[in-house]
């Protein structure tokens, strides 16, 4: 019951907290056309530049180009309408995001890995000090600093937007850049300990009163979050629709932003924590896809030294993601590793070490 009351004050902290600082919601922008307005005329009318304007429509940007109305220039309304909504997109999403926030979060979830990958390589990680960590990282990452940016965001907002509007946000792929070089040094150590979603997700599980979990078989769990991305994917191109986006857990953190649909799906996720390891990043995440396909660059990760190891199975046991088992089995690809440092402190043997090299 104790822990059921301390679950129930976590989530609404996250909730209560979040709802005073989420932004605003951000407003559909519908484009201004007339055939007969000039290039200028045209940027001047929808708040973009004509240089912007004039490359999104494929024309030279000169000074007779901008001086020139769309009918002369043989630009339809509707090329001026996609040209000029791309450019609309674009400066939105710039607009949207708190720049000062976002560097803050980065600077910090560098500190956060290195901090991790001290802590260890040294074995020191306990229960106990896990789920300090895990709170920190939801009341810092998500409660305090935010839904965005998000490791999932980077790549379900590219996605997303390319299939809908047909354009790049630039600093969205610096940032998944970025993401992805976190994983490659810390073995998705930022899946595992800075995302906000996911730590919530695993701060429930650590503070379930079911211990035995359900495990679904990696073979079928990845085979799920596979189809989910080529869903969506399809879904973004074919369709210009955000299913991901209609459903989006991270807006736990951003309640201004919650719709019914999606408050019934993040209430469901997480209580599916509560008996099994972090769903979404299990089933679903498109982060959590593309972070196991860079985990086997990672340079910091869980190392198995076989003559030392005596085969007891304790690190399968405990290991929550089964990355053990396929570890353990030879397997070239197994499950991800949140490098939540569970198996180190459970062998007996010490066989298992979180390093840059086997010893």
Not at 167 to 186: K, Q
Request: net charge positive; proline share 4%; charged share 15%.
């Amino acid at each position: 019951m104790k822990r059921i009351i301390a679950l129930l004050i976590i989530l609404a902290t996250v909730i209560g907290i979040s709802g005073i600082v989420a932004a605003a919601e951000k407003k559909d922008v519908v484009p201004r056309i007339d055939s007969s307005w000039t290039i200028e005329e045209t940027a001047s009318q929808n708040g973009v530049s004509g240089e912007v304007l004039l490359r999104n429509l494929n024309l030279p940007d000169n000074q007779a180009n901008r001086a020139a109305t769309l009918s002369s220039l043989n630009v339809s309304e509707e090329q001026a309408g996609l040209a000029v909504r791309k450019a609309i997109t674009l400066k939105n999403e710039g607009a949207s995001k708190n720049w000062q926030f976002i560097l803050l979060k980065f600077g910090l979830w560098w500190l956060l890995i290195i901090g991790g990958i001290v802590l260890l390589t040294r074995n020191l990680i306990t229960p106990a000090r896990r789920k300090w960590l895990l709170l920190l990282a939801v009341l810092v990452f998500g409660v305090l600093l935010g839904s965005d940016p998000s490791p999932m965001g980077t790549v379900k907002d590219t996605v997303a937007l390319y299939g809908i509007e047909h354009v790049f946000f630039p600093p969205r792929l610096i940032a998944f850049g970025v993401f992805t070089a976190m994983v490659i040094v810390g073995n998705k150590m930022i899946c595992g300990w800075g995302c906000q979603f996911g730590t919530l997700q695993d701060l429930i599980g650590q503070m379930s009163p079911i211990k035995q979990k359900i495990r679904v078989p990696f073979k079928w769990s990845q085979r799920i979050r596979l189809t989910v991305f080529m869903v969506f994917t399809l879904a973004a191109f074919l369709l210009s629709v955000d299913l991901i986006g209609m459903i989006d857990p991270f807006s736990i953190y951003s309640p201004s932003k919650l719709t019914l649909v999606a408050g019934i799906f993040i209430a469901a996720l997480l209580l599916l924590s509560l008996i099994t390891y972090r769903p979404w990043c299990t089933f679903a995440c498109p982060f959590g896809l593309t972070g196991w396909f860079f985990e086997r660059f990672a340079l910091y990760r869980v190392r198995w030294d076989e003559k030392k190891c005596i085969a007891c199975g304790t690190c399968k046991r405990v290991c929550p993601s089964q990355h053990t088992i396929g570890l353990l089995g030879g397997e070239k690809h197994p499950a991800d590793c949140y490098s939540c440092g569970a198996c180190l402190k459970a062998c007996p043997v010490n066989a298992l070490k979180y390093a840059r090299k086997k010893e």
